[in-house]
């Protein structure tokens, strides 16, 4: 699918290595200018990618749990505008098989505010960034389903990506009558750090689906939850 405008513009939030990195080198790739960010003043993948992509990829740096960063990175990239936003995020307790009663009370914290609550600030806090007729795309999961959770386990990291995906919804209901389209991505199990070795995807052959799906998806406005083949999720 040919791309709205000649070279249009994506900012990733988590892109230093991951499903994120590999995302801002499948866009580059495409002739997209990227800008990705990165957690910690240490050097990453990314800037690796950086420096080998002819002034086309920009690292910013920015924790998504600080409410100060996201207002600094909106104030840095005041003068852009960005056809996607896409935010990836995504971490898990340290026992995934804990049951809901088990986690302890800091670890379910950190979870849901990685996972749901920081995402949504930065939505809300850069949406300003972003064209009229782009996309807003958060990464979500399969297992935030409630309609498909016959199994149950993973029940903390599962609860975080139902409510990012109920908190969502509330923002879509806000933006009735939206041009952008808006999006929550259900990309699979893939063999990353989060993923873990026994997940059957690798990102190299999930990458191309995954863009696949965001370029697809910017011609409909309106809020989709969708797995890596296009197909919508059962909320």
Do not use: C
Not at 160 to 179: C, D, E, I, P, W
Not at 216 to 233: F, I, T
């Amino acid at each position: 699918m040919l791309p709205k405008s000649e070279k249009p513009s994506i900012l990733i939030i988590g892109a230093s290595r991951g499903l994120g990195h590999a995302m801002a080198a499948g866009f580059l790739e495409q002739g997209w200018r990227v800008t990705g960010t990165v957690r910690g003043s240490g050097r990453t993948p990314l800037h690796d990618l950086a420096d080998a992509s002819s002034g086309k990829l920009t690292v910013e740096r920015i924790d998504i749990t600080r409410v100060e960063d996201v207002a600094a990175l909106r104030d840095r990239l005041e003068g852009d505008r960005f056809d996607v936003l896409f935010v990836n995020a995504g971490t898990t307790n340290e026992n995934p098989g804990e049951t809901i009663a088990e986690v302890s009370t800091d670890e379910f914290v950190q979870v849901m505010v990685t996972n749901a609550l920081s995402p949504m600030r930065v939505v809300e806090g850069l949406e300003g960034l972003v064209a009229d007729d782009g996309l807003i795309g958060v990464m979500s999961s399969g297992q935030g389903s409630i309609a498909n959770n016959e199994r149950g386990g993973r029940e903390v990291y599962r609860g975080s990506k139902a409510a990012l995906n109920q908190f969502m919804r509330s923002y879509a209901a806000r933006q009735a009558g939206t041009k952008r389209a808006l999006l929550l991505l259900a990309p699979g199990w893939i063999r990353t750090d989060l993923g873990g070795d026994e997940a059957p995807y690798t990102i190299e052959e999930s990458i191309p689906l995954i863009l696949d799906v965001i370029q697809r998806k910017r011609s409909r406005p309106g809020l989709e939850y969708l797995d890596r083949d296009g197909k919508m999720v059962p909320w």
